[in-house]
């Protein structure tokens, strides 16, 4: 620029332009200092640190806790149930979703993993009878006063505090919703997902969700595109189970219209999906009608023909 022949407002517009130009040159630097020393935990890194970064985790991961369900065929499947994992439960209603998920409750008090249960399908009365007078070591919230997922994590920490609660159990997602917004359902549940997978990766604990159906067919095997409004259901969790009660194939269709379909006292658990072994498979369970659990099917025992309620 010739000096000689600009006005001073063109002058002044100049040095204002140099001047910024210095100061982002020297922001520039700085922001350049601040990323040299960044040690955050998404900081980028080379392979070998890298690698030894999955070192690491890998050793704390062993010496890390399993849950197991003292159910020999699902442990086989499973591997044991691990800290951050989401565990789908479904089935139809009356099926014995909450029934197995009280089994896996006193199965895992048994071996000290203690839980923390959010009831919105029953009463906390009703849910605690359902346990009889042999009561398991569990938490609770004495009232269910919101179902928002800030709330919950709320609890969560909570009972971790007080109890040292490894497990959740919620029966079941629907509740969750809230249906008053007009809102995608499929998007909306998608979104309750991915929050409950990172509170179970945030805190370290395992957490049981129990959903419902779009299928109301009982003698047709069920598969993961049967759970019920959204296919991220599925998606963000680690495991998938059904549960769905036997009944008498021999009696007549007439017999079933007019008495309605009699139940066997037998119910089979499928492993759906397993997001770390690939196991798949199907387990045989009883009923004990004593104390109102699930336990390993045993051929020997000849009370097939009771029937049991959810």
Same mark, same amino acid.
């Given at each position: 620029?010739?000096?000689?022949?600009?006005?001073?407002?063109?002058?002044?517009?100049?040095?204002?332009?140099?001047?910024?130009?210095?100061?982002?040159?020297?922001?520039s630097l700085e922001f350049k200092k601040i990323l040299?020393?960044?040690?955050?935990?998404?900081?980028?890194? @080379?392979?070998?640190?890298?690698?030894?970064?999955? @070192?690491?985790?890998?050793?704390?991961?062993?010496?890390?806790?399993?849950?197991?369900?003292?159910?020999? &065929?699902? @442990?086989?499947?499973?591997?044991?149930?691990?800290?951050?994992?989401?565990?789908?439960?479904?089935?139809?209603?009356?099926?014995?979703?909450?029934?197995?998920?009280?089994?896996?409750?006193?199965?895992?008090?048994?071996?000290?993993?203690?839980?923390?249960?959010?009831?919105?399908?029953?009463?906390?009365?009703?849910?605690?009878?359902?346990?009889?007078?042999?009561?398991?070591?569990?938490?609770?919230?004495?009232?269910?006063?919101?179902?928002?997922?800030?709330?919950?994590?709320?609890?969560?920490?909570?009972?971790?505090?007080?109890?040292?609660i490894k497990v959740v159990f919620i029966d079941h997602?629907?509740?969750?919703?809230?249906?008053?917004?007009?809102q995608n359902i499929s998007f909306a549940i998608g979104?309750?997902?991915?929050?409950?997978?990172?509170?179970?990766?945030?805190?370290?604990?395992?957490?049981?969700?129990?959903?419902?159906?779009?299928?109301?067919?009982?003698?047709?095997?069920?598969?993961?595109?049967?759970?019920?409004?959204?296919?991220?259901?599925? &998606?963000?969790?680690?495991?998938?189970?059904?549960?769905?009660?036997?009944?008498?194939?021999?009696?007549?269709?007439?017999? %079933?219209?007019?008495?309605?379909?009699?139940?066997?006292?037998?119910?089979?658990?499928?492993?759906?999906?397993?997001?770390?072994?690939?196991?798949?498979?199907?387990?045989?369970?009883?009923? %004990?009608?004593?104390?109102?659990?699930?336990?390993?099917?045993?051929?020997?025992? %000849? @009370?097939?023909? &009771?029937?049991?309620?959810?």
């Open positions: 620029m010739d000096i000689k022949n600009v006005s001073i407002e063109e002058l002044e517009q100049e040095l204002q332009q140099v001047e910024k130009q210095y100061k982002a040159d020297e922001l040299e020393n960044y040690r955050g935990e998404d900081e980028v890194i @080379d392979a070998f640190k890298a690698k030894q970064f999955i @070192d690491e985790i890998e050793k704390k991961e062993k010496n890390s806790w399993k849950m197991f369900s003292k159910i020999p &065929q699902l @442990d086989y499947l499973s591997g044991g149930f691990h800290p951050g994992n989401l565990i789908i439960l479904t089935g139809l209603t009356g099926q014995g979703k909450t029934c197995f998920s009280q089994t896996l409750t006193k199965n895992f008090s048994e071996n000290n993993f203690f839980s923390l249960w959010f009831t919105y399908e029953v009463t906390l009365k009703d849910f605690l009878e359902k346990f009889g007078d042999d009561l398991p070591c569990f938490c609770v919230p004495k009232n269910l006063i919101d179902n928002k997922i800030v709330w919950i994590e709320r609890k969560i920490v909570e009972a971790i505090v007080k109890y040292n997602l629907h509740y969750l919703l809230n249906l008053q917004e007009k979104e309750i997902m991915q929050k409950i997978k990172t509170i179970a990766l945030k805190y370290n604990i395992a957490i049981v969700l129990i959903t419902h159906l779009t299928k109301t067919k009982f003698e047709e095997a069920i598969k993961l595109d049967d759970i019920r409004d959204s296919s991220f259901i599925a &998606q963000y969790s680690d495991f998938v189970m059904a549960i769905w009660r036997l009944t008498y194939e021999e009696r007549k269709r007439r017999d %079933n219209f007019e008495n309605g379909i009699k139940f066997r006292n037998e119910a089979v658990l499928s492993v759906l999906k397993n997001r770390f072994s690939g196991k798949l498979g199907n387990i045989k369970l009883s009923h %004990n009608q004593t104390t109102g659990l699930f336990e390993v099917f045993d051929n020997n025992k %000849n @009370d097939n023909e &009771q029937q049991y309620e959810n």
